[in-house]
């Protein structure tokens, strides 16, 4: 399980079954909030493509770049 916390620009999460707390900077919070929103990889990678004003090709590997890392970590 995951419990997540926005402190002022960053999101806190903390795997509860290991008790480690992981700082998200204010980008992956944005790009957790489009996933969150978004039906699947290639709308979230558009949304995150406009936003930031980022070739698509690069917001798809951003976007499977830290949904990897929170995976690894045990964050999703």
Do not use: H, W
């Not at 998200?24 to 969150?36: G, V, W």
């Not at 951003?62 to 964050?75: F, S, T, V």
Request: contains cysteine; negative net charge.
């Amino acid at each position: 399980s995951t419990l997540m916390q926005e402190v002022e620009a960053e999101l806190v999460a903390l795997n509860l079954d290991t008790e480690q707390y992981y700082a998200l900077n204010s980008t992956a919070r944005e790009f957790l909030l489009i996933c969150d929103t978004a039906e699947n990889l290639s709308d979230a990678a558009r949304a995150v493509s406009q936003k930031f004003g980022i070739p698509l090709e690069r917001a798809i590997v951003d976007l499977r770049g830290l949904l990897e890392q929170l995976q690894q970590r045990g964050l999703l």
